[in-house]
């Protein structure tokens, strides 16, 4: 797809530049030049969304990194004294930092949501979503990570939970599940040693992250952009290049984004959060209710919808893993959803179950709904809930794909917009 | 830029220019907070003045505080060594000016001017040369020719009113802003 | 469509949980008192700041924490507006665990633990020297820190008020007071071990304010979101220009996009 390029340097120096180091070739092919289906909608933006708020998060982190004290007696105060009241705009840093990781979550998932609705793990894009399934789950470890590091009660109770799963492997082989969670901690239960190296982690993936979204670029540009339509594009007449038009569009949507982040930042700093947080780790007490961040609590439902410790445990990492195989478990011949009326309702109603399985987890563990005299106690829906979910992409995904009658694909990107009435010159000049 | 011609290219430069410049200038701001919070807190701030009591400090002695992270010395000088520091012009000095931030800087280096009371010298204990901390000399553990205090990183021996004499160093030990609020207490900073 | 209705029907039923009669294991919803550092533009009464400290310092303080407030924040911009001098004559006249003298120790020949008044620089000292000794003082339950208190409660500014102005309330059938402790519907459990905190004329206030439990609790509150989040008037003083900004950002953006795409609609 990247094609040839077309990058004449203009200067000297520019040449000079150019024959031992092509970084101006490389960005103007791929960020300025670069062909991209000239159908995407605002859907597609989240991608550059994501690639700001990964900035976002990694020049805030380093910031924090320079005042924060990881260890146990320190880590707290060092966040709720030091940070947030005597570093100059520390206040400022770590709200961004804190409700920028939810934001990000929040674009991650419209981000995947999109893939998933229009087809974009299909062949030839394989590896480009088994890339991105990576960042997720790279993602959701440094968020733990960093979440442990506030020290509040919440954070202690979560990485005490979260390291006992490793214990759940007693049943299988005795005393290694245990032996396993001690070495995870560094310690009996959660202390000084596993602040410290939770830091060290929460560090260090953020690298691991830039580095496999490096890949996913690369991928994207090798195969090139899918687009709603779900076609491959035929042509030139289907494309137009990346700046200025999707510059100028990603950049838009992005400011939108930016807005919401910032009145959450500026007027509900805690709007992500838990009370709970504020209260300093208390390895002597446990909190009444406790829940991780909303972005975790669809697995966390499904664990706690098991009733068997090791059991939940392999179904929460199925559930994590089995977005790895969707390329392979879609056996449709059609990519985008818009073309697969059955497929559609059952995204829709996927989206559905993932909602449901949140508020379950948010919920404790006893809570029920009554519903006139009936009463549903919630673990049942979970268990429902989960369920679909294993089926939606274990068994639907490849059933319907054979069975479903698509709708008529249309011809080429370039018609499709054409029909539209909406007429596309070129170069965007008059 | 090179545009084609177009109907209106003054109004469409100018949308280009005006949204480019506007996200520029806020990327511009949004680095300040971050260039700010590497400045020293509001907790180092606090600790910029201090109080100290000097009452317990005998003639001869010198006793070492903490200002501002750097050792602060505060000598009480014994007549013989005023009168020694006095004796000395400041042309003579390798370093004619008197270095005290509650003096202008133009004032020249006389022990006079090294003091507000003759019998506290007040300086910080960093070397000019290459901030180390230099020893005092005492009765017991005399340091350097001047009867003041020694680098031992680089030779620089300053005298008792804490002046250069011989060595490296450029300049005398600084004089820090300070003020008697009592007749043994000093406010610095 | 089918799947909206789906979605209807869901979102419905996540409303729904129904609520029959006062359940009197479950705390009430705290009441919504009116602060002056509500929404966009809130800033902090600074009178009812001042006021507020005085509670804390001649009430709350004798079992209660301000760990992480300085005497210095007294004085910062955004706070009770006390001048640094009035900031620093309030923390000479705290007693501060001194460092150790010149022969090294830190208790007097009676054990007592040296002191030296404070500076700006100090933060506020514990009233307990550990949290054992603050179980000892208060029959096994311990006063919680104050200094995050807002924001470490579900409700915040509003809880803190529903707590100090729920006392003296007739207690309702089916819920018994053990000995020591009192009854507070607002507390989890509706009984709390902390007594009666405020009563009219606790303190007395220099500016004439009436000295009703209300007020008393309402300046308290006051003072304690502050110690909660001091950056409050910056963040929304700060939060307004930035927000300006990216509206204004967004339009030129919108138009730039607009003029690019040539008003073509989205897809």
Known sequence: MAGHSNYVPKTGLARWLDQRLPVIRLMNDHFVTFPTPKNLNFWYTFGAILAVMLVVQVVTGIVLAMHYVPTADLAFGSVEQHIMREVNYGWLIRSLHASGASMLFLAVYIHMGRGLYYGSYKAPREILWILGVFIYLLLMATAFFGYTLQWGQMSYWAATVITSLFSAFDQIIPHFGTALSTWVRGDYAVGDATVNRFFALHYLLPFVIAGVVGLHIWALHVTGNGNPLGIEVKGPQDTIPFHPWYTVKDAFYLTLFLIVFLAIVFYAPNFFGNPDNYIPANPLVTPSEIRPEWYLLPFYAMLRAVPNTLLGVLVLFSALLTPLFIPWLDTSKVRSYRFRPVMKQLFWVFVATCILLGYVGAQTTDAAWHLGEVDIPLVWLARLATLYYFAFFWALMPWIGKKEVTRPVPESIAQSVLKKGAVLTKGGEQ | MANPPTPEPTRRDFLYIATGAAATLGVGFAAWPFIDSMNPSSAVLAMASIEVDLSAIQPGQQVIFKWRGHPLFVRRRTPKEIAAARAVSPSDLPDGLARNANLTESAPATDANRTIKPEWLVVVGVCTHLGCTPAVSTRESPQGAYGGWLCHCHGSDFDASGRIRKGPAPQNLAVPPYAFIGPTKIKIG | ?267
């Open chain 3, 1 to 267: 469509m089918k799947t909206v209705s789906l979605l209807m029907a869901l979102s419905v039923a996540l409303v729904v949980p129904a609520f029959a009669g006062e359940d009197l294991t479950q705390p009430q919803p705290p009441r919504d008192a009116k602060w002056s550092f509500d929404g966009v533009f809130g800033t902090y009464d600074r009178s009812a700041l001042q006021r507020g400290f005085q509670v804390y310092k001649e009430v709350c303080a004798a079992c209660h924490g301000l760990n992480l407030v300085a005497f210095h924040d007294l004085a910062a911009p955004g706070g009770p507006g006390f001048t640094a001098a009035q900031a620093k004559a309030i923390a000479a006249g705290y007693k501060i665990a001194a460092e150790p003298n010149e022969d090294g120790d830190i208790f007097d020949d009676k054990g007592n633990r040296l002191t030296r008044s404070g500076t700006l620089a100090d933060h506020f000292p514990p009233p307990f020297a550990n949290d054992a000794a603050a179980r000892a003082n208060n029959s096994g339950a311990l006063p919680p820190d104050l200094s995050l208190i807002v924001k470490a409660r579900q409700g915040g500014a509003n809880y803190v008020y529903s707590i100090l102005t729920g006392f003296n309330q007739k207690v309702p059938h089916g819920v018994t007071v053990p000995d020591g402790k009192y009854y507070n519907p607002y507390f989890p459990g509706r009984t709390i071990a902390m007594p009666p905190p405020l009563n009219q004329g606790s303190v007395s206030f220099n500016d004439g304010t009436p000295t009703t439990v209300t007020n008393e609790a309402k300046a308290v509150v006051t003072f304690l979101t502050w110690a909660s989040a001091p950056e409050l008037e910056a963040r929304h003083r700060i939060g307004l220009q930035v927000l300006a900004f990216l509206v204004l950002l967004a339009g030129l953006l919108f138009l730039s996009y607009r003029k690019v795409w040539h008003g073509k609609p989205e897809e």
